[in-house]
């Protein structure tokens, strides 16, 4: 095997002549471009052939070139400036938005050590000691651009959309970073290219499944994807934050969900399923399957796996409710996940010192799965029990606009007709 010597740690980086760096980070581009692409080609074909339909066919082989023709089109389209709009705020917000997106990619490891016009350079454009939480702090900026896109629009919907985003993002950054805390206890570091060296016997997303599973739900509600895109519930904000968008702006937040999503799923393959390592220990009986380039092409896999699952979700599963998902986020994810952090915790000090008895182990998972089961269900026992005996009657017109009512109200017996009287 040649990988990434583990002995250099972090010393394997800055050492690039400085043309390198450059090529590096043009390819990064490139790829990110190219495979933004092919996946909205690919999440057409796939719903396409989910429902029974055939998809993007004519244009090149297998319909390949339908996305550059849609990119052309909107490149084309008439560029609309709404009059109500802060005009700098509102030519500025896309670029917020896309520009983080590109430079998560810095730090994230596509391969081992390998010769590179004849120089041995990592394939990864840099690293350092926090290297996680750069990703999360710069993904976390592309937020300002939803919100402030929104809000420059000078659109009631668009605003609402923004608004809705940013709560949604922040929320879900919360329960998704508390799921990488276990990795990072695991891996003893946070720098990308060594939590891949640490799974070089067992993958993160095997020991720690309920991480594992908290992300991947997490990071689907991070990009606003389906069944979690409610700043753009078209039924109720017409497009969301980007309502007033037209032309390239509305195609720079395109591209901007679109390499999120393979940030947060290059993210995860690289904290949970080994990165660039082979899938199902093929190195143990191929001793070049983690040389070369070979690794760039397992990470690339993972990544696809992950959109798919993305692909997959939109295409099977309706879009919740506000609440419901807000609920979700505050109320099950975050408290699981500090439950799961605390059980990795001692288990993981237990270890380092020695070990423990197996007795002591199924007891604390006992009580933590207890636990979980108070969490799920004792609340909406509480609920059912707390439900008033006689609801108020709710009326839609006290305000002077019609409002529809709450889940726990219940409507009144009168219609006002169309001149404001009690019918």
């Given at each position: 095997m040649n990988p990434l010597d583990t002995a250099k740690g972090l010393s394997a980086f800055g050492q690039d002549p400085v043309w390198i760096i450059i090529i590096k980070a043009l390819m990064i581009f490139v790829i990110l471009v190219l495979l933004t692409l092919f996946n909205i080609w690919w999440e057409r074909r796939v719903v396409a052939r989910m429902q029974h339909r055939i998809g993007p066919n004519v244009h090149g082989p297998f319909g390949l070139l339908q996305s550059l023709a849609d990119g052309v089109k909107l490149a084309l389209k008439e560029d609309i400036l709404p009059k109500a709009a802060d005009k700098a705020v509102y030519f500025i917000a896309p670029v917020i938005a896309v520009i983080p997106a590109f430079l998560t990619f810095s730090v994230i490891p596509f391969g081992p050590e390998v010769n590179f016009f004849g120089e041995r350079t990592p394939l990864q454009l840099t690293d350092m000691p926090v290297a996680v939480l750069f990703v999360m702090a710069i993904a976390s900026i592309g937020i300002y651009g939803i919100v402030l896109g929104g809000w420059s629009s000078g659109s009631t919907y668009s605003l609402l959309g923004g608004l809705r985003s940013s709560a949604q993002m922040i929320s879900y950054e919360v329960s998704m970073g508390l799921a990488l805390v276990a990795v990072f206890l695991y891996a003893g570091s946070m720098s990308t290219s060594e939590i891949v060296a640490a799974q070089d016997k067992l993958w993160f997303g095997l020991i720690l499944a309920p991480s594992f599973v908290i992300y991947v739900i997490s990071m689907i509600g991070e990009t606003n994807r389906a069944p979690f895109d409610l700043p753009e519930a078209e039924g109720e904000l017409v497009g969301g934050f980007h309502t007033e968008y037209s032309s390239l702006k509305f195609a720079l937040f395109f591209l901007a969900e679109y390499i999120n999503m393979a940030t947060v799923s290059a993210l995860a393959t690289t904290l949970f399923l080994g990165g660039w390592r082979a899938p199902f220990w093929i190195d143990e009986f191929w001793a070049g399957a983690n040389e070369n380039y070979w690794p760039f092409l397992w990470f690339m896999g993972k990544v696809l796996f992950f959109i798919f699952i993305f692909i997959w979700l939109r295409g099977s599963l309706p879009r919740l409710r506000y609440d419901q998902f807000m609920h979700f986020g505050w109320k099950r994810l975050i408290p699981i996940s500090l439950l799961w952090i605390i059980a990795v915790a001692a288990i993981r000090t237990i270890n380092l010192?020695?070990?423990?008895?197996?007795?002591?182990?199924?007891?604390?998972?006992?009580?933590?799965?207890?636990?979980?089961?108070?969490?799920?269900?004792?609340?909406?026992?509480?609920?059912?029990?707390?439900?008033?005996?006689?609801?108020?009657?709710?009326?839609?017109?006290?305000?002077?606009?019609?409002?529809?009512?709450?889940?726990?109200?219940?409507?009144?017996?009168?219609?006002?007709?169309?001149?404001?009287?009690?019918a």
């Open positions: 010192n020695g070990g423990f008895d197996r007795t002591y182990l199924f007891g604390a998972i006992g009580v933590l799965a207890a636990l979980m089961i108070v969490l799920f269900f004792v609340e909406e026992k509480n609920n059912d029990e707390a439900a008033p005996e006689k609801a108020e009657p709710f009326d839609a017109f006290a305000g002077g606009y019609p409002v529809p009512p709450m889940p726990d109200q219940a409507a009144a017996a009168t219609i006002r007709n169309a001149t404001g009287g009690d």
